[in-house]
Structure formats: C-alpha cells, structure tokens
C-alpha cells in the first residue's frame, strides 16, 4: 500500500514535529496539536509527513532512520533533508524545481503525481503538488544561503 503524499505545507514545521515528537514520551495527535497551535487535523498532516519520511511510524514511534538522526539533533534538519531529496519522487520534484521556473516545475510535478496516484483528484494532485515543491524550494533557499567553511 502505498503512503499518503504528505499535505504539510510548511518543511520547517515538519522538521519541528518531527522533533517535539521524538522528545515527548507516548505523544499523541492532541499533543502535536497543541505545541504547534494548530487542530488535531493539522496535526494529523504533520505526523503524516514525518512517517512518509519513514522518520516515525503510524504510532508515532521514531522508527531506526528517525533515532539514527535524533543520535545529533543539531544536524537533524539536513539529515531530514537528504532523506527528502532521496525518495524517488520528490528528488525528482526536487531536481525540476532547481532547474525550472515554479510553473514548470508544478505542471510536470502534477503529471508525475497524477501518474503515480491516479486514485488523487485534480485538486488534491495540485494541493500535493504545491507542498512537495514548497518543500523543495525551502531546502535550495537552505542550500543557496548556507555559509561553507
């Protein structure tokens, strides 16, 4: 069975869940919910995010990738980027949002999603599609302005 495409919009809050999750004994959906100050609905994306990552699973346990990167949280947000831009799909999301004007890369994005997920509908596959890219171009504004030694 294949994973629900992530609906989170914002990466940063992604990565920020992924760690209250990871620092709360037994957290819940209700927990999620109050420290990001959003509705259980939300909360429910967010986690959802995390567990297509295969950071968590569905009882919102870090699996081994999600403990391997809390070994250094510092390095946390560029561990969960790496593993982003290796899935299959959104690396090659990734790559047309490097390489192509925004409305390029969602149009062909749509299309690959669309072929993948067929069960989506239009709305949902341009929702989808808009998130991933928005992911994307959160992790090139990161690499664009990260300061090398």
């Keep these: 069975m294949k994973k629900l495409l992530p609906q989170a919009n914002t990466l940063a809050t992604v990565i ?7 620092n709360t004994m037994n ?11 959003f509705e259980v609905r939300q909360a429910a994306y967010y986690s959802n995010a995390c567990f297509f990552l295969d950071i968590i699973d569905e009882n919102l ?13 510092k390095r946390a947000k560029v561990r969960i980027y790496e593993q ?6 959104i690396g090659q999301l990734f790559a047309k949002t490097a390489l192509y004007p925004r ?40 690499m664009k302005t990260r300061k090398t030694v």
């Design 16 to 22: 920020r869940t992924f760690k209250f999750i990871a």
């Design 27 to 37: 957290c819940t959906l209700n927990d999620i919910a109050d420290f990001n100050k």
């Design 61 to 73: 346990k870090l699996t081994s990738l999600g403990e391997d990167i809390m070994q250094d949280p």
């Design 84 to 89: 982003i831009i290796k899935n299959e799909l």
């Design 103 to 142: 409305r390029t890369a969602i149009k062909e994005g749509k299309e690959l999603i669309r072929g993948l997920y067929p069960e989506y509908g239009e709305a949902v596959i341009d929702r989808r599609t808009k998130c991933i890219i928005g992911w994307c171009e959160e992790i090139i504004d990161y």
